[in-house]
C-alpha cells in the first residue's frame, strides 16, 4: 500500500511537471518575464488535454492518433535498444569472467573508449561498415534511413544500444568486483561450485538491483541521443515529431506517452524484484 501510494504521488508530481515545463516559453516575452501570460497558457494546455490537436501550418489536426505512429516507432528503438545494451553488457561480463587479466584489461579499455565516442561518431562507423558491405557483396544489409517503402529499426538500434552497453558493462565490472569480495562468494567456493554457476546463481542476482537504478540514468542518455538519431536516420518519430509541431501542448503530451510505459516498466520490475530479492530498486 505505500508502495502504491509512493509511484501514485511520483506519476502524478512528474505528469504536473511536464506541464510546467512545456509551458516555459509563455513565461518569457523577449527579455522580460510574463507570469499571467504563464499562467494563462497553463490553463489552456489545461484545458486542451481533453482534445488536443496540433496545427501543420495550413489545417488543424487531432493530436490523436496521428501522433500514435511515430510514438510507437520511437518506443520500438528505445526499448530496443535498451535490451540490446543489457544484452551485450551481459555477455562481456560472463566473457571477461572467464578471460585471463590481461584478455580482461584490453576489453576494459575498449569499454572505456567505447563509452567515450560521440553519438555521431557511432553512427557514422556503423553506417560505414553497411555501406562497405553492399559495396563489396551488393547486399544492403541494413537500412539507412526511412523511406515511403522502408522503415529503419535495426540499425538505429544497434546504434542506439552501443554506448549504454559500455555504460552497463562497465558498471557491471565495478560491482561485480565488490560481489567478488563479499563473505558468500568464499562460502559458495568452499562449497565447490563452479565459477559458472556463482556467477549466474548469485553475483547477478544481487547485481540486479544497483543495474536496474543506474538504468534509469541510461533511459534519460538514451532519450537525448534519440532526438540527434532520428534526424541523422530521417526517422519519423516522437522527438521529431515534437520538433516539428513544437508547441507546449504537444511538448507535454509527447513527454508524458514517453515517460508512462517506462514508469510501468520500472515499477513492474521494481515489485518482481522485491519478490525475488527482497531488494528495493525504486
Not at 518569457?28 to 510574463?34: K, L
Not at 555521431?120 to 553506417?127: D, K, T
Not at 543506474?214 to 534519460?220: L, M, N
Request: hydrophobic content about 55%; overall charge positive.
Amino acid at each position: 500500500m505505500v508502495f502504491a501510494s509512493k509511484q501514485g504521488i511520483k506519476f502524478v508530481l512528474t505528469s504536473l511537471t511536464f506541464i510546467l515545463i512545456g509551458c516555459l516559453p509563455g513565461l518569457f516575452q523577449g527579455v522580460h518575464v510574463d507570469f499571467m501570460n504563464y499562467v494563462d497558457l497553463l490553463k489552456h494546455v489545461s484545458i486542451q488535454l481533453v482534445h488536443p490537436t496540433y496545427f501543420d501550418g495550413e489545417l488543424t489536426h487531432p493530436l490523436f492518433p496521428n501522433i500514435l505512429a511515430p510514438y510507437f516507432y520511437s518506443m520500438k528503438i528505445l526499448f530496443g535498444g535498451l535490451i540490446l545494451s543489457l544484452i551485450w553488457a551481459f555477455l562481456g561480463l560472463f566473457l571477461t569472467f572467464f578471460l585471463p587479466k590481461k584478455a580482461k584489461q584490453v576489453i576494459h579499455f575498449i569499454a572505456f573508449l567505447g563509452e567515450s565516442l560521440p553519438d555521431i561518431l557511432v553512427i557514422s562507423i556503423f553506417e560505414i561498415i553497411v555501406i562497405w558491405i553492399y559495396e563489396r557483396t551488393g547486399l544492403l544489409v541494413m537500412n539507412l534511413s526511412q523511406s515511403m517503402e522502408d522503415i529503419p529499426y535495426i540499425l538505429p538500434i544497434l546504434c542506439l544500444s552501443f554506448i549504454p552497453a559500455c555504460f552497463f558493462y562497465r558498471m557491471m565490472l565495478v560491482n561485480l568486483k565488490e560481489q567478488l569480495e563479499m563473505d558468500y562468494i568464499e562460502m559458495a567456493r568452499s562449497k565447490g561450485l563452479r565459477p559458472s554457476a556463482i556467477l549466474s546463481r548469485h553475483i547477478v542476482r544481487n547485481m540486479v538491483a544497483p543495474l536496474l537504478s543506474y538504468s534509469r540514468t541510461i533511459v534519460w542518455m538514451m532519450l537525448s541521443n534519440l532526438v540527434i538519431f532520428e534526424y541523422i536516420f530521417s526517422s519519423a518519430g516522437i522527438t521529431r515529431f515534437m520538433y516539428t509541431y513544437h508547441t507546449s501542448l504537444v511538448f507535454t503530451i509527447g513527454m508524458f506517452l514517453i515517460y508512462v510505459p517506462f514508469f510501468i516498466f520500472y515499477v513492474v520490475l521494481s515489485i518482481v524484484l522485491k519478490q525475488i530479492t527482497g531488494r528495493e530498486a525504486l
